[in-house]
């Protein structure tokens, strides 16, 4: 098991690392939760939290994968997005 994210741990002084299959589990439960979402408002925009949501939605890159988990969200974490004309 290769570490992919450092998490802190409030009960020790030793950090915790999440694995990337917990990574991917994580990634998993929150395109599930977001889709769940989807069907009572159709557009969602959704800033994930660090050291609680998966490591991939929270780094500044532009892989379509991560800015859109589902076909109607949009991650605009560290984005400005004009929501208005």
């Given amino acids: ?6 998490l802190g741990n409030t009960n020790s002084e030793t950090p915790r690392v999440r694995t990337r ?5 994580s990634e998993g439960f929150m395109t599930c939760a977001l889709s ?3 069907n009572i408002v159709c557009r969602l925009l959704y800033v994930p939290c660090q050291g609680k949501d998966p490591l ?7 892989d379509d994968h991560h800015m859109r988990l589902t076909p109607n969200s949009r991650n605009v974490h ?3 997005l004009k929501i208005l004309k």
């Fill in 78 to 80: 560290n984005r400005m």
């Fill in 36 to 38: 769940q979402l989807e």
């Fill in 56 to 62: 991939s939605t929270c780094l500044d890159n532009e």
């Fill in 21 to 25: 299959e917990e990574e991917a589990a």
């Fill in 1 to 6: 098991n290769h570490p992919s994210e450092v």
